[in-house]
């Protein structure tokens, strides 16, 4: 599949096809899922995905964040159709085979810090957050947590108790974990302080030890602080390094782990390997899934090998590190070494560049901002409000689809178009 002009459409979506596929859908899968338009997939190569009736159209969400060596590369196929046809399960849990543990020294050496570092290995992003809260508490014997408003680390109870997106998330689940205290994130754009964006992240990080730590929480009763260097559900957001920075001082101060959650932002997706590197933290416990093995259901939570210090029975998971995803995992990272890293970085550079007038050119666009490739634009009604248009918003993925169908057609930029 290689496309000059995308989006290609053969029929307006979704086509005859696609509604069967619909009707099936609503009828039988669970309405919990978050579909916010009708595309049904058939088939991806590379950046592109193509439906069931033929539509192609590019995919600038990479198969939300995962498909970080594009859809279907063939290397990662080939590995997965080998490993297939040799060994599809074991179970690490109970047994031992080779990919798993040369998958774990992979991505102990490319962890960030000197330390040596151990692997656990879960089947998706909410598991290692899973995986990182029951470490830190088990090493350190404490119970607290600290996490940031606007984060997202999963949906499972215990990282559901992290997650301070949306309250639909939360809405109609009862108690969730107790002591975990949420506190403001770092966001140059929307300042929590209302400060501008070259002196914000100077209140955020204090505010834990001269409000936080005095008022609520005993710093000797926090196992750990939960970040996510960008926010990824939260607005891609890329937190000031110096707000990361002093995130690593306090929990060093206080024998506080560091858990950086890099299951969006990690696995070169920045132009680094972890969008953490871009302030030179060192976190106690990295969280990583989502691209990792390239759309095959993995997760990783790493941790200082001092740190990872539970004994045997104390955590694990059948599927987690089956030896297929551990093949595409091997291959992706592979892949990444020799040129995707580079690329995203080049590319990352190339798109900012582009789009560095757009919040002046546009008086809907409010921000432009990210690492690598992964960048977010952010609609709002008025630029010195920053108020923001979710309606604009939608508007302008209607007129993708639409400019598909009448090419002529001109994008709505008009603040005056959110109705
Ligand atoms: N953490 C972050 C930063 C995420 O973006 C996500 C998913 O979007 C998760 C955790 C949860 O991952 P999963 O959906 O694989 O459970």
Redesign the pocket.
Known sequence: MTESKLPRLLVPPPGPEAQRVLALDHEYVSPSYTRAYPLVARKGRGAIIEDVDGNAFLDFAAG??VVATGHCHPEVVAAIQEQAAQLIHMSGTDFYYANMAELAQKLALIAPGSEAKRVYFG???????EAAIKLARHHTRREKIIAFYG??????MG?LSL?ASKAVQRRGFGSLLSGVFHVPYANPYRCPYGKQAESCCTECAPFLERELFKRLVDPSEVAAIVV?PI???GGYVPAPAEFLQDLQRICRAHGIMLIS?????GMGRTGKWWAGDYAGIEPDII?V??SIASGL?L?ATIARKSVMDWPAGAHASTFGGNPVCAAAALVTIKLIEEGYLENARRMGEYLMKYMEGWTSAFRIVGDVRGRGLMIGVEIVKDRATKERAHNLREAIREWVVDFGRRRECAPPLSATDDQ
């Open positions: 939300i964040a089947n998706s992003g909410t598991e290692a957050v984060a997202f680390h999963g949906r499972t990282a997650t996510e926010q990824g559900e959650d890099e299951v969006q932002s969280c899934a989502k259901p997760s």
